[in-house]
Nanobody
Framework: QVQLVESGGGLVQPGGSLRLSCVGSGLTFRGYHWGWFRQAPGKEREFTASINWNGRSTYYSDSAAGRFTISRDDTENSVYLQMNSLKPEDTAVYYC????????????????WGQGTQITVSS
């Protein structure tokens, strides 16, 4: 059974940093592309960042570029999202997701999803 478990969410002040982690089990971690998506209240789920199977390619949304960094550690079956210079508009539930075939920014290409972790950016 495939399981993706996110952690690292919480409340942070504007300008602060957080590091999200996602541990995958029940799948061959190194064979997958990995992505982070987020969903704010009342909004559609949107792409944030993705990393390909060997870690050599990444994509970022315009809002994440320059502030967020996605990385992976196949020895830990984990993917990370380092978020710096956080803004109130970054408040959302953040989800990690795994894609076996396509390295993509589209949610429809991801077969497996975690339950999400809440990030709230507020003073």
């Amino acid at each position: 059974q495939v399981q993706l478990v996110e952690s690292g969410g919480g409340l942070v002040q504007p300008g602060g940093s957080l590091r999200l982690s996602c541990v995958g089990s029940g799948l061959t971690f190194r064979g997958y592309h990995w992505g982070w998506f987020r969903q704010a209240p009342g909004k559609e789920r949107e792409f944030t960042a993705s990393i390909n199977w060997n870690g050599r390619s990444t994509y970022y949304s315009d809002s994440a570029a320059g502030r967020f960094t996605i990385s992976r550690d196949d020895t830990e079956n984990s993917v990370y999202l380092q978020m710096n210079s956080l803004k109130p508009e970054d408040t959302a539930v953040y989800y990690c997701a795994a894609a076996e075939k396509v390295f993509s920014t589209l949610a429809t290409h991801y077969e497996y999803w975690g339950q999400g972790t809440q990030i709230t950016v507020s003073s």
